[in-house]
């Protein structure tokens, strides 16, 4: 749970992190019994804490092909990732992936810790796999077949321009929100939606993460891979790595601002996605770690410890998101909220100041034309203070 530390600053915390630790004690009791599916199960909870929860509160049918949807893609990604993989070993796999969860004998060992067991043990995710309908399975596949191709196609290419960039977060996260987006249609309780505003579902997740792990990130070993645009970092500093030494700390943030006014583009796309959600549950699903991710932006906005160590958004603050995130004026409030927060932090004398504010500005117009909050509250809000 949070640190007492925290909880003592911030006592309005407590009672949302109390729920969510309920909550995630509860989903942890509703392993199912048949072991391919306790092992997916007990997999999400250690490979993604934030996913899972969410993952959890879903219907049956469309929880089973979510879960799936997820370790095969968090699986490809483990090959994606593992650099000590040589090019020539790990680009036919990724672009064959898709085959090999049809097949219960295939596996192939990488990764570490809980994503070496998750490789080991594939039979189990492709045993479940089998199990799910013939519409969540030809999304999945697809999904996996495009994703494995642009993956192959970004080992061997560096992202250079802003273009690129987009791309990258399209194989890696647009198609993860198109796949999602059909999944919901399939359960029938959701239109299909426009293929733009689920990538930018994606997009916007995805930028945040590649933002907030520049450290991870130049720091792994053996050989770091980097996704930061060269069409940005370049108008700040030579080399990529530049950025995390102090002498730089000026062009270091000023970049990073760059870098999220960037991803802001993405929120007025999200919201209108979210808008268009009937089912409770699709809607918590999609809405929270959105919110997550504007919390995050808000947080590393200007932030010159993103070059230091870990910015993350405090666990009581997560757990207010899980408890008060149920309908659109939620999101909109969160929005706005979060937008407030960055929006002192900008600084005049940035090169992208004027984009930036205008950005904000923009986002902030959307939440108050969705006609649901009201001005004088919002003035006051300070619903998500960090
Ligand atoms: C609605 C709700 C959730 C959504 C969405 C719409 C649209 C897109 C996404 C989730 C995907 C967002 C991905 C953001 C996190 N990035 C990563 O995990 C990176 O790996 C990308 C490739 C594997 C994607 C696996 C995935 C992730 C979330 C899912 C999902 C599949 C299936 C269902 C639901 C959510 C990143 O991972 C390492 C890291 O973040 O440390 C990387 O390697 O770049
Ligand atoms: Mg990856």
Redesign the pocket.
Known sequence: MGSLAAVLRHPDDLYPLLKLKMASRQAEKQIPPEPHWAFCYSMLHKVSRS?ALV?QQLGTDLRNA?CI??LV??A??TV??DTSIPTDVKVPILIAFHRHVYDREWHFSCGTKEYKVLMDQFHHVSTAFLELGKGYQDAIEDITKRMGAGMAKFICKEVESIDDYDEYCYY??GL??LG?SKLFYASGTEDLAPDSLSNS??LF??KT?IIR?YLEDINEIPKCRMFWPREIWSKYVNKLEDLKYEENSDKAVQCLNDMVTNALMHVEDCLKYMSALRDHAIFR??AI?QIMAIGTLALCYNNIEVFRGVVKMRRGLTAKVIDRTNNMTDVYLAFYDFSNILKPKINKNDPNATKTLSRVEAIQKACMDSGVLNKRFVKVSKFYKQ
């Open positions: 996913f993952i979510v949807f997820y893609l968090r490809l990604d994606e990732d890696v996260a993860v929100g999602l579902m994606g997740l995805q993460n792990d699903f999609c770690p």
